[in-house]
């Protein structure tokens, strides 16, 4: 059983670049997440889907964009890569079910210079 | 908005010793879903522990217990007889009543001496 696997693990951007993170589960979770974590800070919500089709805001979602087609899938888009962005990005998937885990990603370290 | 504080930046344990990390949290909900997990070097989020708010009895699993003060809106967690793997960032998280917010502090980075 993978869980959710995220790709790339690592990337390097340079300013204005654009690029998709993405991010995949196989539990048949209908909320996933994503997060970003600067170094030695906690994890901030960026966007969150609570099913295929729906999508909302986070705590820090300029600069991002995502789009759920699929249970599964759960893209994290970047446009116009900025300094600030670089961060590790973690993508997280639960049941709707309110008092499971959520399940975590190994995270995406990016770096934009 | 809900948020969630941990206060305690690092700290540190002797071996086999026991270590309370504390965590407060702010909301207008009644029913509401704590948790707190383990982020060792390899950066993997690791479920430690898990507290439902209307349920008053605190969670315990093995060496690892809560201290949820509801009134105080408080959700501290005890590691007992602490052990080197211990040694990772915990981050308490708060999740709302309707289940899509899943928000986390900013973490204790904990270190357990030998």
């Known amino acids: 059983n993978a869980g959710v696997t995220q790709t790339p693990k690592f990337r390097i951007l340079k300013i204005g670049q654009s690029m998709t993170l993405q991010c995949t589960q196989d539990m048949n979770h209908n909320y996933m997440y994503w997060y970003r974590q600067d170094p030695g800070m906690g994890l901030k919500l960026i966007y969150y889907?609570?099913?295929?089709?729906?999508?909302d805001k986070g705590e820090v979602p300029n600069g991002y964009n995502v789009s759920r087609s699929t249970t599964e899938d759960f893209p994290l888009r970047l446009e116009l890569a900025a300094p600030s962005q670089t961060s590790v990005y973690f993508c997280a998937s639960s049941y709707g079910d309110k008092y499971t885990e959520a399940f975590f990603g190994q995270g995406t370290r990016l770096t934009v210079v | 908005a809900q948020t969630v504080t941990q206060s305690q930046p690092e700290m540190s344990v002797q071996e086999a010793e026991t270590v309370t990390l504390s965590c407060t949290y702010d909301?207008?909900?009644?029913?509401?879903?704590l948790f707190w997990y383990k982020q060792p070097p390899s950066r993997q989020m690791i479920l430690v522990i898990r507290?439902?708010?209307?349920?008053?009895q605190n969670a315990t699993e093995n060496r690892f217990s809560v201290n949820f003060q509801k009134a105080a809106k408080s959700f501290s967690l005890k590691i007992s007889d602490s052990q080197l793997g211990d040694t990772a960032m915990y981050f308490c998280a708060f999740r709302n009543n309707a289940g899509n917010m899943l928000t986390f502090g900013g973490g204790t980075r904990l270190m357990v001496k030998p």
């Open positions: 507290q439902e708010a209307y349920k008053q």
């Open positions: 889907s609570v099913g295929a089709g729906i999508t």
């Open positions: 909301t207008s909900e009644s029913n509401y879903y």
